[in-house]
Each structure stands twice: as structure tokens, then as C-alpha cells.
């Protein structure tokens, strides 16, 4: 391994182990902000469950985006897949 490619994925490995770390921020962060908005206006955690699972989709969303970005999706070649396949030339 050269040293640029050592240091890339050094730093895939920091951003990929930071995904954690942002996910329970996303979640938490918006919880407490629907609890803070429940207090304000007085009703019971109507606002803290939908900011929660706001969160839990912003985390998802994150992981989501990492994942598209360092595994893009792999182009088929024609035959692998099944589709698209000719049907075999019969004999007349």
C-alpha cells in the first residue's frame, strides 16, 4: 500500500467511525429539542417523539450519504444480472 492510498483510507476509517458519534447527536439533539418545545407549550411529548424519529432519519440519512459515497454502486455487464439476456437461437 503507497502512502496516499494508506491515507485515504486512514481517513475513511476516521469519517466512517464519526458516522456513530453524528447519528446519536442527530438523535439526542432533536430530542431534547421536541422536549424543549413540549415544555414550552405545555403539551405531552407530542413534540419529542416527532423530533426523535426526525432525528432517527437525519442519522440514517447520514449513513446513508457515507455508504453511496465510498461504495458506489458496481456498473452489471450484460448476462450477469439475467436481465437483458437474449433468448438462445433456436435451430429452423
Known amino acids: 500500500m503507497d502512502r ?3 491515507r485515504r483510507w ?6 466512517a ?3 456513530g458519534i453524528g447519528m446519536a ?8 429539542v421536541g422536549a424543549w418545545i413540549d415544555r414550552k407549550l405545555g403539551t405531552k411529548n407530542i413534540f419529542a417523539t ?3 424519529f426526525i432525528g432517527v432519519a437525519a442519522g440514517f440519512r447520514n449513513v446513508f ?8 454502486k458496481e456498473e452489471r ?5 439475467g436481465e ?9
Not at 455487464?77 to 444480472?81: A, C, I, K, L, Y
Not at 437483458?84 to 429452423?92: F, H, I, V, Y
Open 4 to 6: 496516499k492510498e494508506r
Open 10 to 15: 486512514i481517513f475513511t476509517l476516521a469519517y
Open 17 to 19: 467511525s464519526s458516522l
Open 25 to 32: 447527536i442527530a438523535i439526542f439533539g432533536s430530542l431534547f
Open 50 to 52: 416527532l423530533f426523535f
Open 65 to 72: 450519504l457515507f455508504l453511496k459515497r465510498y461504495f458506489p
Open 77 to 81: 455487464h450484460d448476462g450477469e444480472s
Open 84 to 92: 437483458n439476456q437474449k433468448p438462445p437461437a433456436g435451430k429452423d
